[in-house]
């Protein structure tokens, strides 16, 4: 079933993205045509365009985090919450796939933005400079620090997945305490957000001088002694994981408790 919910999100949430990323795509395309013509009478038309793609490079990320709040929100708490909740699945599958569909559309929107910004930027051949000054890099690492690099970098795509799901699951669990509310549920969800995030990061504070981690020996000048405090960066990193899970849980568990438990939709 859940499957079957993540097709429904991505068809309900497509028709407003997808437009979005070609109308974002399509003005980075046209403004660096126009400005490849380099004619003085272009300059117009040129700021004209990049003005617009500015917009939509805006509204973008505005939509992304409209939509994120707004599907959750109608589907889960308002009127349509009638209708889902009757549904043959659990509370749970539900506040996963909201934040799969949410965390998908926000990473696609990142690489979108970032491919609009080649297409300006970029002249001939850079791109294959790029690359070829990329791959020598990436071999030099490689004979540096060995496999520590794969580690690190599976390590720092985990947590960077973790944190933005965390921040996410941070709002659903604010709206869900909102709804609580009889009145003003919306100001109770912003007040729910702020009460919630000071919370998370007084417990960060103390929870993060719990392990007898050792402390850095000073800002690494080199690589070598980067690579001597490897394992020191390690045990951090890890550390910083558990407690990205920690909050997702937290946050999870709350919002989970009350569609399961306290909902009411009057």
Same mark, same amino acid.
């Given at each position: 079933?859940?499957?079957?919910?993540?097709?429904?999100?991505?068809?309900?949430?497509?028709? =407003?993205?997808?437009? $979005?990323?070609?109308? *974002?795509?399509? +003005?980075?395309?046209? %403004?660096? !045509?126009?400005? #490849?013509?380099?004619?003085?009478?272009?300059?117009?038309?040129?700021?004209?365009?990049?003005?617009?793609?500015?917009?939509?490079?805006?509204?973008?990320?505005?939509?992304?985090?409209?939509?994120?709040?707004?599907?959750?929100?109608?589907?889960?708490?308002?009127?349509?919450?009638?209708?889902?909740?009757?549904?043959?699945?659990?509370?749970?599958?539900?506040?996963?796939?909201?934040?799969?569909?949410?965390?998908?559309?926000?990473?696609?929107?990142?690489?979108?933005?970032?491919?609009?910004?080649?297409?300006?930027?970029?002249?001939?051949?850079?791109?294959?400079?790029?690359?070829?000054? =990329?791959?020598?890099? $990436?071999?030099?690492? *490689?004979?540096? +620090?060995?496999?520590? %690099?794969? !580690?690190?970098? #599976?390590?720092?795509?985990?947590?960077?997945?973790?944190?933005?799901?965390?921040?996410?699951?941070?709002?659903?669990?604010?709206?869900?305490?909102?709804?609580?509310?009889?009145?003003?549920?919306?100001?109770?969800?912003?007040?729910?957000?702020?009460?919630?995030?000071?919370?998370?990061?007084?417990?960060?504070?103390?929870?993060?001088?719990?392990?007898?981690?050792?402390?850095?020996?000073?800002?690494?000048?080199?690589?070598?002694?980067?690579?001597?405090?490897?394992?020191?960066?390690?045990?951090?990193?890890?550390?910083?994981?558990?407690?990205?899970?920690?909050?997702?849980?937290?946050?999870?568990?709350?919002?989970?408790?009350?569609?399961?438990?306290?909902?009411?939709?009057?």
């Amino acid at each position: 079933m859940l499957s079957k919910l993540l097709k429904y999100e991505i068809k309900a949430t497509g028709r =407003v993205f997808l437009p $979005l990323f070609l109308a *974002l795509l399509a +003005f980075a395309g046209i %403004t660096r !045509l126009i400005a #490849l013509i380099g004619q003085q009478q272009w300059d117009t038309p040129v700021a004209i365009s990049l003005l617009i793609y500015g917009f939509i490079m805006v509204a973008m990320f505005v939509m992304t985090f409209v939509t994120m709040i707004q599907r959750f929100y109608r589907n889960l708490l308002a009127d349509e919450g009638y209708l889902m909740h009757t549904l043959p699945v659990k509370p749970w599958q539900h506040i996963v796939a909201k934040l799969l569909i949410s965390m998908f559309w926000i990473v696609v929107s990142g690489i979108v933005a970032f491919i609009s910004i080649l297409i300006l930027a970029l002249e001939r051949g850079d791109l294959r400079d790029i690359v070829a000054s =990329v791959a020598p890099f $990436l071999r030099r690492v *490689l004979d540096q +620090f060995g496999n520590w %690099t794969y !580690l690190f970098s #599976l390590e720092m795509l985990i947590g960077s997945f973790l944190t933005l799901a965390s921040g996410i699951l941070l709002i659903y669990a604010s709206m869900a305490i909102g709804h609580l509310f009889r009145k003003h549920r919306m100001l109770a969800s912003f007040g729910a957000f702020i009460g919630l995030n000071t919370l998370s990061q007084i417990l960060f504070g103390i929870l993060i001088k719990i392990p007898k981690i050792a402390p850095f020996a000073g800002m690494p000048m080199n690589a070598d002694e980067f690579q001597a405090q490897l394992p020191i960066i390690q045990e951090y990193v890890i550390y910083g994981i558990a407690l990205s899970v920690l909050f997702c849980t937290i946050y999870f568990a709350v919002t989970q408790y009350i569609l399961s438990k306290r909902l009411n939709l009057e």
